[in-house]
């Protein structure tokens, strides 16, 4: 009796300790993840947010060209044409164009120039 006994404390012991090792690892995996996924967001945040201010800088030298808004700057209007350019205007900075070419395709496809920009733009 006391043979059994003894077994099923040691046999209870291994499983406490195993239970606390896997609870102990599973609590550390889960802080190393939310460590990571913090760390990417703020990455990709910053990416977005110097891209975000980019494509404004660009988009403020533009009036809307939708026709309907009255020639609110392109940069301000919330129409569907005036999010579809500065779309394009973020795909065009995704792939390393430089402003001045944005600036070039963007007239060149949509028109908008405010005046005091066409001076300045690569034909």
């Known amino acids: 009796m006391k043979r059994t006994h003894k077994h099923k404390n040691y046999n209870n012991r291994i499983l406490l300790i195993s239970a606390i090792g896997l609870l102990v690892f599973a609590i550390v995996s889960l802080l190393n993840l939310e460590l ?13 947010t110097s891209s975000d201010v980019r494509v404004t800088k660009i988009a403020s030298k533009f009036i809307c060209s939708c026709g309907s808004c009255g020639g609110e700057p392109l940069d301000l209007c919330s129409c569907e ?19 001045d070419q944005i600036v070039a395709l963007i007239s060149k ?13 690569i034909k």
């Open 36 to 48: 990571d996924v913090k760390e990417n967001v703020g990455i990709s945040t910053s990416k977005a």
């Open 81 to 99: 044409h005036a999010v579809k350019v500065r779309q394009y205007i973020q795909e065009y900075l995704l792939n390393n164009k430089s402003e």
């Open 109 to 121: 496809s949509y028109g908008g120039l405010k005046p005091q920009f066409e001076k300045n733009t």
